[in-house]
């Protein structure tokens, strides 16, 4: 069945550092992976998505890669501030009638100050 | 913040009882996904209505139904409740259903908790 992988569960940076996450899909099909963010109790956030016609996208501090034929895709924090202490889930949708969306396990991404 | 909101924001429920939660999406979005997220979880996608039909579902058994209005806002309903339905539930509105990717902008979800 469809599924994706993310890791690390967790992860501790020093503020300035750059943080990656990683995520694997099964579903060939997929073509669009967006990031979101969620704090303690709150709302997953989108912060940034990619389409599998593109193989890298970046907006400000934030980029998110796409390698269709490995199915990886990953988000990368340059610059980590400690605002950026949040949950971190990618997800996957595919070509059906319905974009529902599959979700990785989430990181928990701690930036230390 | 999206324009998508919840109601009510907590709940509690004994086992057996039924429950019913509120989505209102954001202006212009035809299509409402629900989602369910237990704690320390991923969402998982429970189904989505699109011009108040069900537009595919995930794998919950039929207690979980719903429904979608003329103007596109929807409910969630959970009938014979058990403990492991307690979680928060999320609606996500977007544009419209399909294989094109439309970005899902999520709600602050309902925190329901079945005793």
């Known amino acids: 069945g469809e599924n994706v992988e993310q890791h690390p569960s967790t992860l501790s940076v020093q503020e300035g550092d750059s943080a990656v996450i990683k995520c694997t899909y099964s579903?060939?099909?997929?073509?669009?992976f967006p990031w979101y963010k969620q704090e303690l109790g709150k709302r997953p956030q989108l912060i940034i998505d990619i389409r599998s016609n593109v193989g890298e996208k970046k907006d400000q501090r934030i980029a998110v890669t796409l390698n269709k034929t490995a199915k990886h895709f990953s988000l990368h924090i340059t610059e980590t501030q400690p605002e950026d202490s949040a949950v971190y889930f990618c997800?996957?949708?595919?070509?059906?009638?319905?974009?529902?969306?599959?979700f990785g396990t989430g990181t928990l991404l701690a930036v230390q100050p | 913040e999206t324009g998508v909101t919840q109601s009510p924001t907590h709940l509690i429920k004994t086992r057996g009882q039924q429950v019913t939660l509120r989505c209102s999406s954001q202006s212009g979005h035809n299509t409402v996904s629900w989602y369910q997220q237990a704690l320390g979880q991923g969402p998982q996608f429970i189904f989505q209505y699109y011009r108040e039909e069900e537009n595919g579902r995930g794998n919950f058994p039929p207690r979980f139904s719903g429904l979608q209005f003329p103007n596109y806002s929807s409910e969630l309903n959970v009938n014979a409740l058990e403990l492991d339905d307690s979680a928060l539930y999320l609606c996500a509105s977007s544009r419209s259903s399909g294989g094109r990717g439309d970005t899902q902008y999520f709600g602050p979800g309902t925190r329901l908790t079945v005793l």
């Open positions: 997800a996957a949708s595919g070509k059906s009638a319905t974009n529902k969306l599959i």
């Open positions: 579903d060939s099909a997929s073509n669009y």
